[in-house]
């Protein structure tokens, strides 16, 4: 199909870019598309499929789990949500995923991270309803047969990173409060084709992305903390069981009952909070929209814990994406999964939530 080979190359082609030259994570404080995802195994998955989860299965040998968490107390884990947003406290986390874990990616090298900020998180994708609450147009469509669902509590897609972006500027101006990216050189607009808003930089309009008041895109921190809900395992609901090839749909039983994933979306994302929340008491962290996050793709971390990390950077690298998609196969649904995109690609089952961080 036509437009699976083009997320393919997309996907490929935002996999390279990670790539080149990416600096190391630090801590910031201071300073068918199933069709296209069996296609870009090949590039994303080049990389998960020679963690130590493959290795095991291929019979080689694997090393004990020496991961060193002391230190890192999780807070406790309560659904505390009101109006549509949930409240998560500050506290540490392990991010990332063991060595052992199938289709485990370098870039998911294991790291103690303290948010020293509490937030509050969208209980669920925004929707299409409440996009067009703030007069946008609709991206949201299907192509060759697949793509969004229609309907207020449908999730928007079609959006891009600066889309999403000026949509949080849009929700914190109606607040009034200060807009967190200011983007700059932009052309078209927001929620229209064919490429919606395309900008050519941005920049913080803070100290740091979480010092910002108003509404924004969680960091890649924040979204596997909230993700995760105090669980290591590659979901919430429990560890991966399938051990099928990289971009190959199968059933996962632990993911039927919390995600829209390959194996029960069908051809397009579904209602938001239809399957059961995590202990925060989050809708849909794992597939149905696939969602961005602020981060810049590719970083890798390198130190033993961060604080606060901000991978801001720049508009020429690709933006971090997670939660698989209802297009996801297992592995690329698990709470650790990463994939960058251009901030400039658009295609219908990509979407958002928003955070904000709490006085």
Known sequence: MKRALSLCALVAACS?????????????????????????????????????????????????DSFDDSGCVHPQVDAKCNGGWCTLPSG????????SEWEHAPQERRVNVT????????????????????????????????????????????????????????LSEEEGLSPCYELKG???AIGKDPSGLVCEDFSVGSRTIYDCPGYRL????????????????????G??????????????????NIAWYCSNAGAAT????????????LFDMLGNAMEWAHDQSGWVPTASSLTDPDQSYGAGQGRN???????????????????GLSATFRTPGLGFRLVRTLP
């Open 321 to 339: 994406t997670r939660g698989g998609g209802y297009f996801g196969w297992p592995g690329a649904c698990r709470a650790a999964a990463r994939v």
């Open 16 to 64: 390279q870019e990670a790539a080149q030259a990416t600096p190391p994570a630090s801590s910031m404080a201071h300073g068918g598309q199933r069709d296209s995802m069996d296609a870009a195994a090949g590039d994303v998955g080049a990389a998960t499929a020679a963690g130590a989860g493959a290795a095991a299965e291929a019979g080689q040998p694997t090393f004990p």
């Open 186 to 188: 932009c052309s078209g």
């Open 92 to 99: 540490c986390f392990v991010m990332g995923s063991p060595e």
């Open 239 to 256: 560890d991966i069981t399938t051990r099928g090839a990289v971009g190959v749909c199968a059933t996962e039983p632990e993911l039927e």
């Open 115 to 170: 948010l020293t900020h509490g937030f509050i998180i969208s209980e669920h994708e925004v929707t299409q309803a409440e996009w067009l609450a703030a007069k946008l147009p609709n991206p949201s469509k299907v192509a060759d047969g697949q793509g969004d669902c229609a309907g207020a509590a449908c999730p928007v897609g079609n959006v891009n990173w600066f889309e999403a972006a000026s949509y949080a500027n849009l």
């Open 218 to 237: 969680p960091t890649d921190s924040e979204w596997e903390y909230a993700a995760r809900a105090g669980s290591r395992t590659a979901y919430y609901a």
């Open 270 to 281: 579904r209602e938001v909070r239809k399957l059961k929340a995590n202990a925060w008491g």
